[in-house]
Nanobody, 117 residues
Framework: QVQLVESGGGLVQPGGSLRLSCSAS????????MGWYRQAPGGQRELVAR???????DYTDSVKGRFTISKDNAIDTVNLQMTSLKPEDTAVYFC???????????WGQGTQVTVSS
């Protein structure tokens, strides 16, 4: 079993920054990819950014140039540095992990990001 724990969410003004972190623990073996998804109130869960074991990165168009995803393999952690935040970024952000040899997804419990003045 893999456990994912997120941290770093909070309330920030438009134009501000937040840094989200997600650490994986348990029977990890080898992580293929980790990423961040978000779900706004009443909305669908959507991909924000992801990073593979080979450090390939993908971003949804709405966050390109503003968000940066990174990872620390030594501690099985993925980070999301968010800058120039907009009210439309307000959502619950969920960490996701996929292990090599599996198509099953693992999810964190989510961390709230609220962008408001």
């Amino acid at each position: 079993q893999v456990q994912l724990v997120e941290s770093g969410g909070g309330l920030v003004q438009p134009g501000g920054s937040l840094r989200l972190s997600c650490s994986a623990s348990g029977r990890i073996f080898t992580i293929y990819a980790m990423g961040w998804y978000r779900q706004a109130p009443g909305g669908q869960r959507e991909l924000v950014a992801r990073i593979t074991r080979d450090d390939r990165k993908d971003y949804t168009d709405s966050v390109k140039g503003r968000f940066t995803i990174s990872k620390d393999n030594a501690i099985d952690t993925v980070n999301l540095q968010m800058t120039s935040l907009k009210p439309e970024d307000t959502a619950v952000y969920f960490c996701n992990a996929v292990l090599m040899g599996s198509t099953d997804d693992y999810w964190g419990q989510g961390t709230q990001v609220t962008v408001s003045s």
